[in-house]
C-alpha cells in the first residue's frame, strides 16, 4: 500500500523544510517538499531530494563496530555499550570527569537528540565540553554585542522591504527557501543587492553586484557609514536607541572615503549607493553565515548591525540585519544547567585537546559531528582522537571520524528521527515523525543513552519514551499560546513566542534597552602575501551537506580560480593546492567572473580521499565569539610537475 508520511528535515540547515515521504510496502520510494509549509513551499533542496540514497546506502552502518587489532568489527550491542561503560567508568573512576569530552555538532538540529546527549554528560559528570562555535560564534557574538540577542524578524517581512541586501549570504546553496520569498519582494518593489567576494548563483536574482575583496566588509561598511554622516542620513532619533553614535562617527572618520574603498576593493560609488538604498526606505540587511568565519568577522557584523541601526532601519516592518533566528528558546530543557569542569574550543579542537593536562582528556564521545572532515587542521585531529584510550562515534556511516574511533554506534537518520525542531533561518516549529522505523540494529541517540544509562548505573536517567520527552520539551510558554505537542505534530507551527518585527518600539535586549554600536574595529588593512596570493574559500555546495555529499564526494578537490590566477594550468587541468600548513591535489576550473585573489573550493571533502580542505587549513579564532576563521588561509596554485 502506498502512503504520504510528513516530517520536517533535521539537517544543519536554515530551512527546516517539512518532507512528504511516500512509503511503499514499507520502504520509502520518493521525496517531496510540502506545499502546505509557508517556508518548503513545495520543493526540497538537491541534497534531501537525493537523500534515500544515505538512507538505503549499502554502506549504512547496521550493526555497533568495535576495534580489536587495529579492525573496526561488528559486534553487538551488549558488548560495545559494556566495553564503554567499563572505560567510562574506570576513566573517570580514575581521573574524573574532565577527562573525558563530549563533543556534540550539527548533524541533527533535534532538539530532543541534542538534550539526550548533553543530558547523559551533565549527569555522568559533567564531563568536559565544547566552547566557541565553528559555524557562527563571531556573529552570534557580535549581534548579542550590539543588541542583547541574535534573533530576526518573520522571514516574510522581506517582503515589505524596499531593498535587500545579501550581505556574504549565497541563498541559492545555503538557503534556497529564501528564494521564492525575495522573489515576492522583488515583484512588491524592492530591488537586491549583493555584496560577496564570490560571484555565485545568487547574483542571478539581484539587480546589483558588489564584489570587495574577503574580509574587505569592515572597510566597506565604514565608507557607508561615513557617507550616511556626511549627508545627515542618520535616522533623526538614533540617539535614542544607540549607544555610541559619536565613537561610531569617529571611527567611521579614521580613514577617508578613498582609503576604506581602497582596501575593500570597491567603487567610491558603490559605497554611495549602498549608503542611499539605506536611506531611501526600509532595508534589510542578510548577513550570511559564511562572512564571519574571519579573523574581523565578529567587526564586519558589529559594523553591519550598525550600518542597519544608525539609519533606522531597525525595529520596523521590512527592515533588519538577520543573521539568525533563534530556533531552540520555545522548548524547554531536561537539563539542570550545570558548570562543566572544563571545555575545549571548537575551532582550536587539535590543539586543546592534545594540550589538556591534570588530567589528560582520556575519552572523547563525538555525536553528529565529523571533526576530521569539518574542523581546521584534519591531521592533527585525527592523530589527537588517535592518541585517546577511548573514542566513541555516534553516525550512521563511516564518517572520517568514526574511521579512527574505537567504537561506533549506527544511529537512525533524519527520515526515522522522532524529535521536535527549530529553524535558524524563519519562526517556524515542529516535530519530526519517523516516517520508516529504523532499520534492526539502529538506535536514535535517546536510545542509546538510555541503553547506556543502564549498563553504567545512571538511574537518573529517564527512560520514558521520546514522545514522553517530547511533551516535556514544548515550553510552557508554547502550551500557554496553545500550542501543544499534537499541534506540532500536526503540523509546522510559527513560533508564537517571536515577534513578527524584531525589536518594535527600538527596544533592545541589552540592559540600557538601546543599541550598543561598535565603537572599535581593526585597524590595519590587509596586506598581499607574495608567496601566497589566494584567500582560500571553503564553501556549502548544493551536492552536500557538511561532509554528508548525496552522491559519491570528489575524489580530487575541484578548485575554481580567475584564469589570471591559475598559473598556467589550463581549465580541467590538475595542480596542487599549497597552503602554509599542507598541499592537496586538485583538479583546477577557470572563472572569469571571480576575484584574482581567490580560491574556492567546496566545504566537506573526505580527508581520507585527499579532498578535504580543512586538511591545509590552520585553526584560527574570530575576534568574538571564539567562531572559526575559516576563510583566513592563503594558498597558492602551482603546476602538476613541482
Ligand atoms: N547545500 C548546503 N546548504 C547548507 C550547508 C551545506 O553544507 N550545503 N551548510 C549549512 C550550514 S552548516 C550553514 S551554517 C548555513 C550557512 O551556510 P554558509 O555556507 O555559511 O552560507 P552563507 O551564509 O550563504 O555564506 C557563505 C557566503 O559568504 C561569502 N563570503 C565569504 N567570505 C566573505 C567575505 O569576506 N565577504 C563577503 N562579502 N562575503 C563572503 C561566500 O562567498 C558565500 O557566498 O547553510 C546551511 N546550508
Ligand atoms: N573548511 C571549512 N570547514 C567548515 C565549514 C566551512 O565552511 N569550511 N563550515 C563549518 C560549519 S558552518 C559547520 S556547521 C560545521 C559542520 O560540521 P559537522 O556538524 O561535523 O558536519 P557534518 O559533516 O554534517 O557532520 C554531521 C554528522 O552527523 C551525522 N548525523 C546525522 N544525523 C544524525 C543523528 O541524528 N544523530 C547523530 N548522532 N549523528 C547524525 C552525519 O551522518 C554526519 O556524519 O563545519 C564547519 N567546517
Ligand atoms: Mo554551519
Not at 542509546?448 to 536517567?461: K, N, R
Amino acid at each position: 500500500m502506498v502512503e504520504i508520511r510528513r516530517t520536517l528535515c533535521n539537517r544543519d540547515c536554515p530551512d527546516a523544510c517539512s518532507i512528504e515521504a511516500t512509503i511503499d510496502g514499507g520502504r520509502v520510494v520518493a521525496l517531496r517538499g510540502d506545499k502546505d509549509h509557508s517556508v518548503t513551499q513545495g520543493f526540497l533542496c538537491f541534497r534531501t531530494n537525493q537523500f534515500l540514497r544515505s538512507q538505503y546506502a549499502p554502506d549504512r552502518l547496521t550493526t555497533p563496530l568495535l576495534r580489536r587489532e587495529g579492525r573496526l568489527e561488528p559486534v553487538s550491542w551488549d558488548e560495545a555499550l559494556r566495553f564503554i561503560a567499563e572505560r567510562l567508568l574506570a576513566i573517570r573512576a580514575e581521573s574524573g570527569p574532565s577527562a573525558i569530552l563530549h563533543y556534540r555538532s550539527g548533524g541533527t538540529l533535534g532538539v530532543l537528540a541534542a538534550q539526550a546527549s548533553d543530558l547523559f554528560f551533565e549527569q555522568f559528570g559533567p564531563t568536559a565540553v565544547k566552547r566557541g562555535d565553528i559555524c557562527s560564534g563571531a556573529g552570534e557574538a557580535a549581534q548579542e554585542a550590539d543588541f542583547g540577542v541574535s534573533d530576526s524578524s518573520d522571514l516574510s517581512e522581506l517582503e515589505r522591504a524596499r531593498h535587500v541586501i545579501l550581505w556574504g549570504k549565497n541563498v541559492a546553496t545555503s538557503s534556497p527557501h529564501t528564494i521564492p520569498v525575495l522573489k515576492r519582494a522583488k515583484e512588491n518593489g524592492a530591488s537586491l543587492v549583493m555584496i560577496d567576494c564570490v560571484h555565485n548563483r545568487s547574483a542571478e536574482l539581484c539587480d546589483a553586484f558588489v564584489q570587495p575583496r574577503p574580509g574587505g566588509d569592515f572597510s566597506l561598511a565604514m565608507a557607508v557609514l561615513q557617507v550616511v554622516f556626511e549627508k545627515g542620513w542618520v535616522a533623526p532619533d538614533a540617539a535614542t536607541y544607540c549607544q555610541g553614535l559619536a565613537e561610531l562617527r569617529t571611527l567611521a572618520s579614521r580613514n577617508s572615503l578613498a582609503a576604506w574603498c581602497r582596501d575593500a576593493d570597491v567603487t567610491l560609488e558603490a559605497a554611495v549607493d549602498l549608503a542611499q538604498r539605506l536611506h531611501d526606505g526600509p532595508t534589510t540587511i542578510l548577513v550570511g553565515w559564511g562572512m564571519a568565519r574571519r579573523t574581523n568577522g565578529g567587526a564586519i557584523v558589529r559594523a553591519l548591525d550598525a550600518l542597519a541601526a544608525v539609519t533606522g532601519n531597525i525595529g520596523i516592518p521590512g527592515a533588519g540585519v538577520s543573521f539568525y533566528f533563534r530556533r531552540r528558546r520555545a522548548f524547554g530543557s531536561l537539563l539542570r544547567g550545570l558548570a562543566p569542569p572544563r571545555t575545549i574550543c571548537e575551532p582550536l579542537f587539535a590543539q586543546e585537546l592534545l594540550a589538556a593536562s591534570s588530567p589528560e582528556i582520556r575519552a572523547v564521545w563525538i555525536t553528529a559531528g565529523n571533526p576530521v572532515a569539518m574542523l581546521p587542521e584534519s591531521g592533527r585531529i585525527a592523530e589527537a582522537l588517535l592518541s585517546r584510550e577511548l573514542v566513541v562515534v555516534v553516525d550512521r556511516w563511516l564518517s572520517d571520524t568514526a574511521s579512527v574511533a574505537h567504537v561506533v554506534l549506527p544511529v537512525n537518520t533524519l527520515l526515522e528521527a522522532d524529535d521536535l525542531v527549530g529553524a535558524y533561518g524563519h519562526h517556524y516549529l515542529g516535530a519530526t515523525l519517523p516516517v520508516v522505523p529504523s532499520p534492526d540494529g539502529v538506535k536514535s541517540d535517546l536510545e542509546i543513552f538510555q541503553a547506556l544509562a543502564v549498563h553504567v548505573g545512571q538511574h537518573e536517567y529517564p527512560q520514558g519514551t521520546a514522545r514522553e520527552l517530547k511533551e516535556r520539551l514544548v515550553g510552557q510558554g508554547l502550551r500557554d499560546q496553545g500550542v501543544t505537542l499534537a499541534t506540532l505534530e500536526e503540523k509546522a507551527v510559527r513560533n508564537p513566542l517571536a515577534a513578527p518585527v524584531l525589536f518594535e518600539g527600538r527596544r533592545f535586549a541589552t540592559p540600557d534597552a538601546k543599541v550598543h554600536l561598535i565603537s572599535d574595529g581593526p585597524s590595519d588593512f590587509a596586506e598581499g602575501d607574495r608567496e601566497f596570493p589566494l584567500w582560500l574559500l571553503s564553501l556549502s555546495t548544493p551536492k552536500s551537506q557538511s561532509s554528508q555529499w548525496a552522491k559519491a564526494p570528489p575524489k580530487l578537490l575541484d578548485v575554481t580560480v580567475h584564469p589570471s590566477a591559475a598559473v598556467g594550468i589550463a581549465n580541467g587541468g590538475l595542480g596542487w593546492l599549497e597552503s602554509r600548513v599542507g598541499r592537496l591535489k586538485v583538479t583546477v576550473i577557470h572563472d572569469a567572473k571571480q576575484r584574482r585573489d581567490v580560491a574556492l573550493v567546496p566545504k566537506g571533502g573526505h580527508y581520507r580521499d585527499g579532498s578535504a580542505a580543512n586538511a591545509i587549513i590552520a585553526a584560527r579564532l574570530t575576534d568574538l565569539g571564539e567562531g572559526g576563521a575559516l576563510y583566513e588561509e592563503r594558498v597558492r596554485l602551482v603546476g602538476r610537475d613541482a
